[in-house]
Every structure is written in structure tokens, then in C-alpha cells.
């Protein structure tokens, strides 16, 4: 109802022209998030000569594009959703720990004699189901509970893998159904399932944020909770939502682990949760919340993950690695601060008036109401 | 608070009960656990029942199939003696908690400790209070400090695992000097990961291969699959492989079906019955594992009831229990792989 009056609600920029009237001239699909990303894509690009230089035929090859691809699609997909829970406020610990416990669930004796009844499908519904569930109670305890994100999914994060534990007797689970593996390691098209799958979700999941009004409920609840309130938005419904669809992301996670491991294990997802914020955090998205993009996301993950292929073509260290991993976050995020006070400063020049979330430093009140 | 919170409320608590009643309606029937240690041991006069012992068993949580058959192989050992009154502290991975333990077993005044600790540099004050108490400490795997802190260290050979591994594979492609040898290692920072390469170059070096390409995991299925995958793609031509351990050996074997490669064989580690398994059948690149014994705190259990009864090792003439022993690591291939498999853990 009160969704168009841009005045009184602190209607943060969304990416894709959604808010033509601050953006020049560029409209459209691609010069919104990739301008705004342009850092990313040169930090890529950089990445991938290095890769040829380094690694020549090895790296520009199919088979390893479609490798990245496809190592970059289970941390691509949690990561998805992390982007809408950091954008709306929050954050979610727990996204590892839930991947294992809905590949556990997945795969217990139970479920698979089950799905060998009736169809594999049933285990994927099983783990998407126990990550929606596990979210659905984040969910309820951050937003009605009235308990700090972090804490409460920390505490997810204890609980959920200790459950996991609990149910697989800490055994790695093999997965029988043969239709089921030979489905996901399929490749139609000559793209791996996977791949197919990351994008999906991808696409989805850009649909949802910026063309939907969840996106932008999203936007305003991580940019101003009580504006957004006062806007009419049920910020606590709305927050639920928000972490049930990060559960969800997580089961079909868990699914693609399952496939490509083989495996249902207590140990999936271990540290994915850091991973998963520091693609979303050098994607552009800011931890206030507020803003955010699907595509940087997709980006900071296809950077992380060719990094590591790069390392191992070049047979370096796995420690190296990580730390050329923190170097580049924070590199990325400095780059990303650099960029938005210059955007600040030029826009302040024009004298439009000032956005909610833009570059807002942490603790910062955001969302003044325009005059 | 409004009848909508409190509706929302009670069906959050209706939810939370369901989840856990849910909880109950999947699981896992009992597995058949492997039999804890083969059962063809001679007899020998000391197994005649002798004074009850009291033995305090600690270990490391339980969540690599190794570890698992570790503790179950010894309360199997301990229940077949009649003398034996087993104490098994809950397995944990934090050694002030194992600390504790130990702790626990001094004042509690049991005859003998058996120990596998976490980190053993860390846990070797406690072992050495103990002795001091007048307590004897096997001490399994994971070597002490100090040579003061345990009567008896049983060990496995994890140098010897890299060269069992080596030499198998310098029996298969001596002949080809530019063979190209990849390595699959488990978590880079433990020393028995570091002692296990160290073993496989210097035996690779004996005929004149080395380490071409090597990458580390984790010991679990996900990084292994990981690493495997990208190391598929740094050489497109390999010809041997070792993989540390069979437990992320699962996810090493699904990256290489996945990569649809064959040219090479490979070579796991620990023996696990799952790569047993695969051995016998023969249906993968898998062609032989490497065991690093799971039986050790079992034969630790035996030591300590000897050392506690005051009896000696049958078989050798010296009258005392030996200070070090340090168990061999076979190959296992399909040719022997019968031997094996029944003492094999679950992954």
C-alpha cells in the first residue's frame, strides 16, 4: 500500500533501475549491477589471465571452466541466500550446520528405504523440507523472540550439527539410490546438473530481489526496520521468511553435496558459513543490511572458487591460499568503501537527495526522511 | 501479549515438539559394526582369569570411522575378559575435557590407563601425574613428550604407511621414470600427515619417481571430492595416486567418476571396509589400501590388563611387557584383501 511513496519510507537504491529517477541515463539489465560491480569484474577478469598465463590450456579448457562451475555451485547457492538475510538485517551462522544435518536427514536408512519405495525425489524433498524447518525456527526466535542473529544462529549452528551427529552416529552415509546420483552427475546440454542447478537459483533468486515486492520489502526492512514498520511492512513476518528461504537454500545444498559426494556426512558444510558471508560481504552486499546484489554474490563466489582452482594448477599451498583469501576480502571491501564515498560525494554534488543505505557506515542512522 | 502471539507461540513450541518427535520417526536400524579385532589369537596361559582390573579408556570423539572402531574394538576386547572392568570416558575433541578425564581416572584410583589423546604434547602432564600416582598409561597413537609419561606407547607406523604405499606403487611403474605420481593428504598441520609424505617421496625416490602433484583435505568426504576435482584438472595425465585416508577416499573416488578419468590406479590408506569393498570388486580405479591399524587401543586394553596383573607378554621371553611397540602397515590387495576385511571399520 504505502510501497510507492518514496517520502516517508527510506526506500534504499535498488540495483536494476527499479528507482530510475536517481540513475542518469543507464537502464536496463546490465548497467546497474555491473557497473556497480565493476570492481568484481576486473578483479575476475585479472583472476582468469592469471590463469591462462599460469596454467595456459589447463585453465581456459571446458572441462575446468565447467569444474569451477561446478565446484562453485553448492557455496554459490547458500550464499544466495545469506545475500537476502545480510540485505534484510540479519545474517545466518547456521548455514553449514544445516547443510549437514539436511544431508544426514536425507540420507538416514529410513529415508533412502523410503525413496527406493517410491522416488528419489522424496530425499531431496526431505532435505529441503529439514533446512526450511531449521530456518523457520532461526526465524521465529530472531524476529519474535526478539534475539540477536548472530546469537541465535550460533546456537543453530551448535545444535544442528550436533543433531547431525546425533542421528548418523557420526557415520558417513552412502547413498544407494543410483537414479539419484546418476540424475545429478548428469549433463544436459553438456552443463553439469549442478550447474544447471546454481543457476536456477540464481536467476531465482535476482527475480526475487529485484523484481518482486519481497525484494523490496527486503531492502527496507534491512535498511530501516522502524521506517519499514511504519510503512506497513510486517517486519517480523517478513524476517521468518527471510531465514526460511535461507534454510531452503541450504537443503538444496545439502542435495547437491549429497550428489557430488556421494555422501550424506555430519561433516558436510564445515566453515561453509564463512565462505558463503565472505562471497555475499565482497559482493557488494553491506553487513548492515540494506543492500546488496545477486550478482555480486555470483561473482565474489566464482572468484573464491577460481582462486583455489588457480592454486591447485599451479601446485601451491592450500595455506597460501588462504591467506590470498583474506587478503582479497579485504582488499574487495576497502574498494567497495573507496567507491561508494566517491558515488556519495559526486551524487551530494548533484543535489538529489540522499539515500537510505548508501555507504551508510556502521551504527549510522539510516533512512532520514526527506524533507 | 495478543492472542496472535500467542498463537504463534504455541504453534513455534508445537513445531519444536513435532521436529523432535520427527527425530524419532527417521534413524539409522543398528549397522553390524565390524567385529571388534579378529578372534584368532591364541590362547595363551594369560588369558586365564586373574584379578580384576579396572582400565580408564579415553579417546577422541568418535566422528572418523577410525576412531569409531577404535573405541568399539576396545570395549569389544574388554568384554571378552572377565576381569576387565572397562571405564569409557565420553570421546571428546577438547583436551582440557580429556584432561578432565584423565583427572578423573587418578582420583577414582583405577589399575591402568589407557590413553589416546588429542594432541599428545598436550596431554602429556597428565600422563606423567599419573605414572607418578603409581598408575601405568598405555599410550596409543599419538606419542607423548615425554618418554617418562607412559609404561607402555603403542603405535602406528605412519612413515611406514607412506613407504608401504611407495614401494606398492614403485611395484607397478618402477619401469616408467616419467611416471606422473599424485598425492591425496589429509589435514597438512598434523605431523602424522607430514610423517606419511615424508615416507611416500623417500620411497618413491628409491626408483626414481617423485611427488608430482599433491593437494591437501580434510579427512572428510566434501574436501576430499574438493580437491580431487580441481587436482583432476591441474594434470591430465596422472598415473598413480595415493589418497591418505579411505574416509575422504569417498569423495576422492566420486570426483574421479565424476571427471569420468581412469588411466591412473590409486592407492587409499587407513583401510576402511568400504575401500576394501571396492578393492575385491574391482570396479574403480581403487586397487590397494594401506592399513593403519584401528586395533590399536584394543591391544592397549590387552597391554594394560597384562601390565596390571603383572604378567608378561606371552610369546617373548622377557619377563616385563615391552616399552614401544610400533605395528606394521600392510597393503592390502585384492589378492589379500580377505585377510583383512573383517577387522575393517566402517567408514
Keep these: ?371 | 501479549m495478543s492472542a496472535r502471539h500467542r498463537r504463534l507461540l504455541t504453534s513455534t513450541v508445537a513445531l519444536l515438539g513435532a521436529g523432535v518427535m520427527v527425530t524419532g520417526c527417521t534413524g539409522n536400524t543398528p549397522e553390524a559394526t565390524g567385529s571388534g579385532g579378529g578372534g584368532n589369537n591364541a590362547a595363551s596361559s594369560n588369558d586365564d582369569t586373574g584379578d580384576t582390573v579396572t582400565i580408564g579408556f579415553s579417546a577422541p570423539a568418535a566422528d572418523h570411522g577410525w576412531m569409531a572402531q577404535i573405541t568399539a574394538a576396545a570395549r569389544a576386547e574388554a568384554d571378552g575378559y572377565e576381569d576387565v572392568d572397562l571405564v569409557v570416558a565420553e570421546g571428546t575433541n577438547d583436551v582440557s575435557a580429556q584432561i578432565a578425564q584423565v583427572e578423573t581416572f587418578i582420583n577414582d584410583g583405577v589399575d591402568a590407563i589407557v590413553l589416546l589423546p588429542f594432541d599428545g604434547a598436550a596431554l602429556t602432564p597428565i600422563a606423567l601425574e599419573a605414572m607418578q600416582a603409581g598408575i601405568p598409561v598405555i599410550n596409543v597413537d599419538r606419542e607423548f613428550d615425554d618418554p617418562d609419561a607412559a609404561r607402555v606407547t603403542i603405535l602406528g607406523d605412519n612413515y611406514g604407511m607412506g613407504v608401504s604405499a611407495g614401494a606398492y606403487v614403485c611395484s607397478q611403474l618402477g619401469d616408467q621414470p616419467d611416471a606422473v605420481v599424485a598425492e591425496v593428504a589429509g589435514i597438512d598441520s598434523l605431523p602424522l600427515t607430514q610423517e606419511r609424505s615424508q615416507g611416500f617421496s623417500d620411497a618413491l625416490a628409491d626408483c626414481g619417481l617423485d611427488v608430482d602433484n599433491r593437494v591437501a583435505a580434510e579427512f572428510t568426504v566434501e574436501s576430499g571430492e574438493e580437491v580431487t576435482a580441481n587436482l583432476l584438472q591441474a594434470a591430465p595425465q596422472i598415473d598413480a595416486l595415493w589418497n591418505h585416508d579411505d574416509d575422504q577416499g569417498i569423495g576422492v573416488l566420486a570426483a574421479i567418476t565424476n571427471a569420468g578419468r581412469d588411466e591412473f590406479f590409486m592407492v587409499g590408506g587407513a583401510g576402511s571396509a568400504n575401500a576394501m569393498r571396492s578393492i575385491e570388486a574391482g570396479d574403480s580405479v581403487l586397487q590397494a589400501t594401506v592399513i593403519y591399524p584401528a586395533s590399536q587401543a584394543a591391544d592397549g586394553v590387552r597391554l594394560a590388563r597384562l601390565i596390571a596383573q603383572g604378567k608378561a607378554l606371552s610369546d617373548l621371553i622377557d619377563v616385563e611387557v615391552p616399552r614401544q611397540i610400533t605395528l606394521s602397515a600392510p597393503v592390502v590387495t585384492a589378492d589379500n584383501v580377505d585377510q583383512y576385511i573383517d577387522s575393517a571399520f566402517e567408514s
Excluded at chain 1, 49 to 64: C, E, H, P
Excluded at chain 1, 73 to 100: E, K, N, P, Q, Y
Excluded at chain 1, 102 to 115: D, G, R, V, Y
Aim: hydrophobic content about 55%.
Design chain 1, 1 to 371: 500500500m504505502t510501497e510507492d511513496t518514496r517520502t516517508p519510507v527510506a526506500t534504499p537504491e535498488t540495483p536494476t533501475g527499479a528507482s530510475p529517477r536517481t540513475t542518469s541515463s543507464s537502464a536496463g539489465l546490465l548497467a546497474g549491477p555491473v557497473g556497480r560491480n565493476l570492481g568484481l569484474v576486473v578483479a575476475f577478469a585479472l583472476l582468469c589471465i592469471v590463469g591462462i598465463i599460469t596454467a595456459g590450456d589447463r585453465f581456459a579448457s571446458t572441462d575446468n571452466v565447467l569444474t569451477i562451475l561446478r565446484l562453485a555451485a553448492v557455496v554459490g547457492v547458500v550464499s544466495i541466500g545469506m545475500t537476502f538475510v545480510i540485505i534484510g538485517g540479519g545474517i545466518d551462522l547456521s548455514v553449514g550446520a544445516l547443510v549437514a544435518l539436511a544431508s544426514i536427514w536425507a540420507t538416514t536408512l529410513s529415508t533412502q528405504a523410503m525413496a527406493a519405495d517410491t522416488h528419489w525425489i522424496l530425499m531431496v524433498g526431505a532435505a529441503v523440507l529439514v533446512g526450511a524447518i531449521a530456518g523457520l525456527v532461526n526465524g521465529v526466535v530472531i524476529a519474535y523472540g526478539k534475539l540477536v542473529a548472530f546469537i541465535a544462529t550460533l546456537a543453530m549452528l551448535a545444535a544442528a550439527r550436533g543433531l547431525a551427529e546425533i542421528i548418523a552416529n557420526r557415520r558417513t552415509q552412502i547413498v544407494q539410490d543410483q537414479d539419484f546420483l546418476r540424475f545429478f552427475s548428469g549433463s544436459p546440454l553438456g552443463v553439469p546438473t549442478l550447474v544447471w542447478m546454481f543457476a536456477l537459483v540464481a536467476v531465482a533468486g535476482w527475480v526475487l530481489l529485484n523484481r518482486t515486492t519481497f525484494g523490496r520489502r527486503t531492502f527496507a526492512v534491512g535498511g530501516n526496520a522502524e521506517a519499514a514498520r511504519l510503512a506497513g511492512i510486517r517486519v517480523q513476518r517478513h524476517t521468518v521468511a527471510l531465514y526460511v528461504l535461507s534454510g531452503v537454500t541450504c537443503g538444496l545444498a545439502a542435495v547437491m553435496l549429497m550428489a557430488r559426494t556421494t555422501t550424506g556426512s555430519s561433516t558436510h558444510g564445515t566453515l561453509l558459513e564463512l565462505d558463503a558471508i565472505a562471497a555475499v560481504v565482497i559482493g557488494g552486499t553491506l553487513l548492515v543490511g540494506g543492500r546488496g546484489t545477486i550478482v555480486g554474490t555470483v561473482l565474489g563466489v566464482l572468484i573464491f572458487t577460481t582462486l583455489s582452482n588457480v592454486f591447485t594448477l599451479n601446485n601451491l599451498s592450500s595455506s597460501a591460499q588462504a591467506v590470498a583469501k583474506g587478503v582479497i576480502i579485504v582488499a574487495a571491501v576497502l574498494l567497495q568503501q573507496r567507491v561508494a564515498a566517491g558515488r556519495r560525494q559526486r551524487r551530494s554534488s548533484k543535489a538529489l537527495p540522499p539515500t537510505a543505505a548508501e555507504g551508510a557506515p556502521a551504527g549510522a542512522s539510516p533512512g532520514v526522511p526527506a524533507p
